[in-house]
T-cell receptor
Framework: AQSVTQPDIHITVSEGASLELRCNYS??????LFWYVQSPGQGLQLLLK??????LVQGIKGFEAEFKRSQSSFNLRKPSVHWSDAAEYFC????????????FGTGTRLKVLA | EAGVVQSPRYKIIEKKQPVAFWCNPI?????LYWYLQNLGQGPELLIR????????DSQLPKDRFSAERLKGVDSTLKIQPAELGDSAVYLC????????????FGPGTRLTVL
C-alpha cells in the first residue's frame, strides 16, 4: 500500500537560511512524487513533481527536490528561505495507473524568522 | 485562466443539519476530486469523478455523504445530517482525464459543526 511520511511536523528557520523538508514514501513500483504548498486559507499549489528521469527536479519559487530510490525519499530543498515561504508543505505519492490516487503526508508547517 | 472555484468558503452549522458544498473545476478538466482535510493532516480522497461517473468512492461515508456531478462539469458534495466530527476543510481538485499528473486545488470550504 502507498504511504507517505513527513517526520517533521514543524520547522523554524531564519530568513536567508537553507531549508530541507523530509519526505519518505512507500510504494511498490516507481512512484510519481509531488510537493505541494498550502498557505493559510488557500488551496494547495504544486511546487514540483517527479515522474522519471533526472532525480533532481526543479520547481517554482526556487525549490528543488531529489528523488533517492535507495532511501525511498523525496526531500524538498531551498538554498535561501524568504519570509513568504512560511506555509504548510505536503508531500504526495501518486499511483501511476488505475486509481491515479494521491496519498498525502501529514504536512510540515514552516515558520520563517525575520 | 480561472482556477478551481469552491463555495461557500466558510460554513457554520449545527449538528444534524444538512450542508452542501459546490465546486466548479478548471475548464476542460474531466476529472474531479473531493478531499477531506482535517486539522493538522494532509488531504484524504473522498471521491473521484471521471466526467459524470464516480470511479472511486470507496472512502466516502455513504450513510451521510453524497456527491453528484450531473453534467460532468460542476459538482456538489452533501452531508446529511452533519456530525461534530465533520468539522474540517473540504477541498475540490481537478485534473486532465485519466491522469496522475498535477491536480489543481480550489481554496476549500471550511466547515464548522456546532
Amino acid at each position: 500500500a502507498q504511504s507517505v511520511t513527513q517526520p517533521d511536523i514543524h520547522i523554524t528557520v531564519s530568513e536567508g537560511a537553507s531549508l530541507e523538508l523530509r519526505c519518505n514514501y512507500s510504494y511498490g513500483a516507481t512512484p510519481y512524487l509531488f510537493w505541494y504548498v498550502q498557505s493559510p486559507g488557500q488551496g494547495l499549489q504544486l511546487l514540483l513533481k517527479y515522474f522519471s528521469g533526472d532525480t533532481l527536479v526543479q520547481g517554482i519559487k526556487g525549490f528543488e527536490a531529489e528523488f533517492k530510490r535507495s532511501q525511498s525519499s523525496f526531500n524538498l530543498r531551498k538554498p535561501s528561505v524568504h519570509w513568504s515561504d512560511a506555509a504548510e508543505y505536503f508531500c504526495a505519492v501518486g499511483a501511476a495507473s488505475g486509481t491515479y490516487k494521491y496519498i498525502f503526508g501529514t504536512g510540515t508547517r514552516l515558520k520563517v524568522l525575520a | 485562466e480561472a482556477g478551481v472555484v469552491q463555495s461557500p468558503r466558510y460554513k457554520i452549522i449545527e449538528k444534524k443539519q444538512p450542508v452542501a458544498f459546490w465546486c466548479n473545476p478548471i475548464s476542460g478538466h474531466n476529472t474531479l476530486y473531493w478531499y477531506l482535510q482535517n486539522l493538522g493532516q494532509g488531504p484524504e480522497l473522498l471521491i473521484r469523478y471521471e466526467n459524470e461517473e464516480a470511479v472511486d468512492d470507496s472512502q466516502l461515508p455513504k450513510d451521510r455523504f453524497s456527491a453528484e456531478r450531473l453534467k460532468g462539469v460542476d459538482s456538489t458534495l452533501k452531508i446529511q445530517p452533519a456530525e461534530l466530527g465533520d468539522s474540517a476543510v473540504y477541498l475540490c481538485a481537478s485534473s486532465l482525464e485519466g491522469s496522475v499528473d498535477e491536480q489543481f486545488f480550489g481554496p476549500g470550504t471550511r466547515l464548522t459543526v456546532l
